[in-house]
């Protein structure tokens, strides 16, 4: 079931929403605009409704955020908002995919809601992956806030995410950061995150991990072209 983010400092609103969209969509929400951009990285949601008009920090300042992270950009965000439509053209230049005024017509947002999903998960599995042996220190703290240090090497990369077994056990959304390792130094890559398990017939389980956040101009893909030099 797709994961829907709702930012909205209205109560009543997110009800609405959860009601109309519960039945096909998984719906997470938030009334703290604050809070906004951690939450979507720690559930990495398929789309996010946004409202624009909220205290303290305003939904232009969260889409800004959320279309410049790497980790993020890539979620479209479809715009829900009474303040008609003065705001729309500035909304879809800064990123937004869709527009809608309230009181929301559910039907017109569940149509787009199929077409920017069906156009992202196109977008995924165009996404090129090579095959890359990068040795791999993964560092993070677990539940009882310990910390631990897992290496491993990965069997496939992307500029996103990668693909590697591991004998410690990971959950879904785990958190941790990536270096790559060679050459006598780690090199750190950024922030990685676990989104899917695989066991395979030999019982060896491989995880499949995003980049929440990547370091600026580094890639797994090319600590690899580096280290095969």
């Not at 998984?26 to 559930?43: N, S």
């Not at 705001?87 to 990123?95: D, I, M, R, V």
């Not at 929440?212 to 580096?226: D, H, R, Y």
Request: glycine content about 8%; proline content about 4%; overall charge neutral.
């Amino acid at each position: 079931m797709p994961r829907i983010l709702v930012i909205d400092d209205d109560e009543s609103t997110r009800k609405t929403i959860r009601e109309h969209l519960g039945n096909a969509y998984e719906v997470l929400d938030i009334g703290e605009p604050e809070r906004a951009v951690t939450m979507t990285l720690e559930h990495k949601p398929d789309a996010i409704l946004l409202e624009l008009l909220m205290p303290r920090i305003s939904g232009f300042e969260i889409l800004q955020a959320l279309s410049s992270l790497p980790s993020t950009r890539r979620i479209p965000v479809l715009v829900i908002t009474g303040s008609g439509e003065r705001n729309k053209a500035y909304c879809l230049k800064l990123g937004a995919k869709g527009y809608f005024e309230k009181p929301l017509n559910f039907e017109q947002i569940g149509s787009e809601l199929n077409h920017v999903l069906n156009s992202r998960g196109r977008d995924r599995r165009m996404e090129e992956r090579f095959s890359a042996g990068v040795i791999l220190k993964l560092k993070g703290t677990d539940k009882t806030r310990s910390p631990y240090e897992v290496r491993t090497v990965t069997e496939n990369v992307s500029e996103n995410g990668f693909l590697c077994p591991s004998t410690r056990p990971f959950t879904i959304n785990d958190l941790f950061e990536v270096y790559a390792c060679g050459r006598g130094e780690e090199v750190f890559i950024g922030i990685g995150q676990v989104v899917r398990s695989e066991t395979n017939v030999e019982g060896i389980v491989r995880y499949g991990f995003r980049f929440a956040q990547k370091i600026e101009g580094k890639s797994l893909k090319g600590q690899s072209e580096i280290a095969t030099k």
